[in-house]
């Protein structure tokens, strides 16, 4: 099984910027395609994005697309969210999820390990 950590959530204003990490482990000798998630308050958790196991291809939600970049650096078991001109609808729980095949639709019910969340909030 996979360890996930995510990092780099904090306060930020709306229009800044925020990179999220989410470091991985475990004894696997695979790759999984990983998957962006957030949950907001009173609200049900949501696909961000995801990215396919060698970086290859990537989805994001529509909410999202063209301010959000998701990548990888396999040699540091890392993948990253860079958040762009953030709004205070962004506000959220964010969290990283794994799954052994990559799939455009961003659906939690394919994801099998997933990170204790990082905290995003947009505020002025």
């Known amino acids: 099984q996979l360890q996930l950590v995510e990092s780099g959530g904090g306060l930020v204003q709306p229009g800044g910027s925020l990179r999220l990490s989410c470091a991985y482990s475990?004894?696997?000798?695979?790759?999984?395609?990983i998957g962006w998630f957030r949950q907001a308050p009173g609200k049900e958790r949501e696909g961000v994005s995801c990215?396919?196991?060698?970086?290859?291809?990537?989805n994001y939600a529509d909410s999202v697309q063209g301010r959000f970049t998701i990548s990888r650096d396999n040699a540091k078991n890392t993948v990253y969210l860079q958040m762009n001109s953030l709004t205070p609808e962004d506000t959220a729980v964010y969290y990283c999820?794994?799954?052994?095949?990559?799939?455009?639709?961003?659906?939690?019910?394919?994801?099998?390990?997933w990170g204790q969340g990082t905290q995003v909030t947009v505020s002025s």
């Open positions: 475990g004894f696997t000798l695979d790759y999984y395609a």
């Open positions: 990215i396919s196991r060698n970086g290859g291809r990537t």
């Open positions: 999820a794994a799954t052994r095949f990559y799939s455009d639709a961003i659906d939690q019910r394919r994801y099998d390990y």
